[in-house]
């Protein structure tokens, strides 16, 4: 399925950001803006959700300390009882930094391994990418064209009077 | 950018006085309780105790102790207002140039702390520090202490008293230096305030650092006089720092919500915030790291400090052992965790509001344990003073705030804190 987009090309952050707010104000939907740089407080004006990964992290993190926990209380309380250092078999002070290494740990990998899933990152993926020029100097704004529209032009104007220096089309094999 | 000025009302500086009336009157009482024999809080088990030939603390020394617990505490919260203004001058920080006035303030109560310090100690020094007495160090005498006696190169009365003044005289010099430049600034304009303050912060960073761990080893360790630790002056300065900033984080919220600091929105919040977070995990990690050290390797002389608190005086300090490490670490890290928490106005308010407590709490549980022992006690001696000090620290600070713009006009980076974003 082909998709079809037209892109606006700005040059200037605070242009787009504006850009961004009068455009979404008229009722266009943005597809996505492509940015050298990450550019502040451009979640806000996209109306991006706050990510929801800081959950999973504290779950993952959660088990990370009852798995620890378990781990360390189960072999030197149970499986495996040694007296160390003339401490009880479960002495819960001793287990306090394995069981912080390990609920920074799986929090750590957890939010990544979430984060690469989550984004479908994977080795094969193959990215589109709209305009080489947004990896350098320019930012490209992506909005995405109806199946059976044809006529542009106020698209091409909205753009242009909100700051665009070029207006472009792409076509996307999917 | 348009200055800002505090204005107390003679309505709020009335009720800072009715604090401290209060204060000085549950002190009285206290002291008559205590003075007639028993005392409220802990009127069992006294006659027990004298009978069995231990002779209870006095009214006096346990007034002494108090005085010093909440001078420790009160003079630490000053101190930190310095050191986080030139911590932020040194990193170029820009965020913070808003409330930048809120911790230059606090430091007015040092002078205050300096002179309480030094009378109490003059006066009280006997109470509070075994190592004071003259008969530990003369062989003949049967009561000598070795030990301590092979300490009084550092530990002794005059060295005592200079590095005490000497640390006030420094951290006033510098305080009133930065204020100065701060406040010179406001007036005329220009960087050269700015290039000038960074300098100034950068001695004093030094000199907390040195200074900070001794006035701890001094003012807090000395205490127990036998016992050490390699982690005391961190872990002092972890219980100050955190407890500082949870004035000012707090201290911020209050005026802004009473209509002063317009421009703070809540990314500033979020800084301090998160400040406040990480700097109770910090406190949190340096206690486990004194901690299990001392647990593990089971030495009786390291030990007892511990043994002290958990189990000694028949267990009358377990429960602020461990509810140290409850309102300290276990509530502001569960609270604090969300982004929401730290950007909301009433979360941070109960949070530092029981930091503030919490640390007080820890100060006692440092000092208590050595000086009073077993007669110890939460009754109107320790709430009245802790009282009369949080009124006089709220006046002297409170006034400092009025004595110059809320808004540092003329700071380079005001701009910057204005559009603060995170």
């Known amino acids: ?141 992506a909005i995405e064209i109806k199946e059976g529209v044809t006529d542009l032009s106020a698209l091409n104007n909205l753009l242009r009077s909100n700051g665009a220096i070029e207006v472009n089309e792409k076509e996307v094999i999917k | 950018m348009t200055e800002e000025r505090l204005i107390i009302s003679r309505k709020t500086n009335n009720k800072f006085f009715l604090m401290i009336a209060i204060g000085v009157v549950l002190l009285i009482a206290g002291i008559i309780f205590m003075a007639l024999g028993g005392g409220a809080d802990h009127g069992e088990g006294h006659g027990e105790a004298t009978a069995a030939g231990h002779e209870a603390a006095s009214w006096a020394k346990r007034l002494f102790v108090n005085l010093w617990l909440n001078n420790v505490y009160f003079t630490g919260i000053a101190l930190i207002g310095t050191f986080f203004v030139a911590v932020q001058y040194v990193a170029y920080a820009g965020w913070s140039v808003l409330i930048k006035r809120i911790p230059e303030a606090l430091s007015y109560y040092l002078p205050i702390g300096a002179v309480v310090m030094l009378v109490v100690f003059l006066f009280g020094g006997h109470d509070i520090f075994h190592w ?30 200079i590095r005490m003044v000497v640390f006030f005289a420094l951290w006033i010099l510098f305080f009133n230096w930065l204020r100065r430049t701060s406040i010179n600034e406001d007036i005329h304009g220009g960087t050269s305030y700015y290039h000038k303050s960074i300098r100034i912060s950068a001695i004093f960073l030094v000199i907390f650092g040195v200074s900070s761990s001794m006035s701890a080893w001094d003012w807090v360790l000395s205490i127990d006089t036998h016992w050490f630790s390699t982690m005391f002056g961190w872990y002092v300065f972890a219980s100050w720092f955190v407890s500082g900033l949870a004035a000012t984080t707090l201290t911020v919220i209050i005026l802004k919500q009473n209509g002063y600091l317009k421009h703070v929105n809540s990314n500033h919040l979020h800084d301090l915030g998160k400040f406040v977070f990480a700097f109770s995990i910090f406190w949190t990690y340096i206690w486990f790291s004194q901690f299990v050290l ?24 377990t429960w602020i052992f461990f509810f140290n490490l409850l309102i300290n670490f276990a509530f502001p890290f569960l609270v604090l965790m969300t982004r929401d928490a730290k950007r909301q ?78």
């Open chain 2, 294 to 317: 001392i647990w593990y390797a089971n030495i009786p002389e390291e030990s007892i400090y511990f043994l002290e608190r958990l189990s000694g005086s028949d267990g009358k300090y």
């Open chain 1, 1 to 141: 399925m082909n998709k079809k987009f037209v892109l606006g090309i700005y040059d200037d952050e605070d242009v787009l950001l504006s850009a961004i707010e009068n455009i979404r104000a008229a009722g266009t939907k943005i597809y996505d803006v492509f940015s050298p740089y990450p550019v502040h407080g451009i979640d806000d004006v996209l109306g991006i959700k706050r990510s929801r990964l800081p959950i999973v992290a504290f779950f993952c993190g959660l088990f990370g300390t009852s798995f620890a926990l378990w781990m360390q209380i189960w072999m030197l309380g149970f499986d495996w009882p040694m007296i160390i250092g003339g401490k009880p078999h479960i002495a819960l002070p001793s287990f306090i930094p394995v069981t912080f290494e390990l609920t920074v740990l799986c929090a750590a990998f957890g939010m990544v391994i979430t984060f690469f899933i989550v984004s479908k990152l994977k080795p094969s993926l193959r990215v589109n990418v709209f305009d080489k020029r947004s990896t350098d100097d320019k930012f490209v704004m």
């Open chain 2, 132 to 161: 004071t007495h003259e008969y530990l160090y003369d062989v003949n005498d049967p009561r000598y202490d070795p030990i301590i006696a092979g300490k009084s190169g550092y530990l002794n009365f005059w060295f005592f008293l």
């Open chain 2, 345 to 422: 106005m009433i979360m941070l308010k109960i949070v530092t509001i029981a930091i503030l407590i919490g640390h007080w709490f820890d100060f006692y549980l440092m000092m208590m344990p050595g000086t009073l022992r077993g007669d110890a006690g939460l009754g109107f001696i320790e709430i009245g003073t802790a009282l009369v000090f949080l009124g006089v620290f709220l006046l002297t600070f409170t006034k400092g705030l009025t004595k110059a713009s809320l808004v540092p006009v003329n700071h380079p980076f005001l701009e910057e804190s204005v559009h603060h974003h995170v």
